[in-house]
């Protein structure tokens, strides 16, 4: 069946680190795939997108590239900050269906 | 424009007690889903509603949940009686059509059972 791997967190970083948090992905078809975020306390929230391979996702900051070949989605941010200590949500969702399969989440704590 | 909104925020019952849940999906959304993730694993599909008629409640664990959406609007989620390893985050969603733009999520409901 679909699934989707993410990697293990928790994840700390000091300010200004690189971030990369891997997501691979099994499908049957042409999955969208997305990127959700989840901030203390609030819901989770759509951070990225790509819906078809080599499309790339961007948004405040984070990038993250649609690889059929490899089926990855991996995210990656230049420069974090204290304010991006959340929970990352790698998911896909098939075309045709509406549900989304997401991995088991990502912590990440950013240091000042 | 009000995004998803969910109640209670937590909730902390005892074993065989009962809890209903409440969504509020965002104004002119047909489609709602719920999600749970229990025990930090991953987040998974209950069940779709488009409008008042569930369309696919495959992910439903057993019969001691009940979902439900008056008129195609709200939608509850009663879990009756409880078990302990119904404690977990209940998601909702809602969307205006099937795919494409991305579902929005609620804050979700932390479920304790004790």
């Known amino acids: 069946g679909n699934s989707v791997t993410q990697m293990e967190g928790p994840v700390t970083l000091s300010e200004e680190a690189f971030l990369t948090i891997n997501c691979t992905y099994t499908?049957?078809?042409?999955?969208?795939l997305f990127w959700y975020v989840q901030y203390p306390g609030e819901g989770l929230q759509l951070l990225l997108k790509a819906t078809k391979a080599d499309d790339k996702g961007s948004n405040k900051g984070f990038e993250a590239t649609y690889r059929k070949e490899t089926t990855s989605f991996h995210l990656e941010k230049g420069s974090v900050q204290v304010s991006d200590s959340a929970v990352y949500f790698c998911?896909?969702?098939?075309?045709?269906?509406?549900?989304?399969?997401f991995g088991t989440g990502t912590r990440l704590k950013v240091l000042a | 424009e009000a995004g998803v909104t969910q109640f209670p925020s937590h909730s902390v019952i005892e074993k065989g007690q009962t809890v209903t849940l409440r969504c509020d999906p965002i104004?002119?959304?047909?489609?709602l889903y719920w999600y749970r993730r229990v025990m930090g694993k991953e987040i998974k599909f209950l069940l779709h509603?488009?409008?008042?008629?569930?369309?696919?409640e495959s992910g439903m664990p057993n019969n001691r949940f009940l979902a439900e959406r008056t008129g195609g609007t709200y939608s509850t989620l009663k879990v009756q009686p409880a078990e302990l390893e119904d404690s977990g985050v209940y998601f909702c969603a809602s969307s205006q059509d099937l795919q494409g733009f991305g579902a929005f999520f609620g804050q979700g409901t932390r479920l304790t059972v004790v």
């Open positions: 499908a049957t078809g042409y999955p969208s």
């Open positions: 104004s002119g959304h047909d489609n």
């Open positions: 998911a896909s969702c098939t075309s045709g269906t509406y549900k989304y399969i």
């Open positions: 509603f488009v409008k008042e008629s569930k369309q696919d």
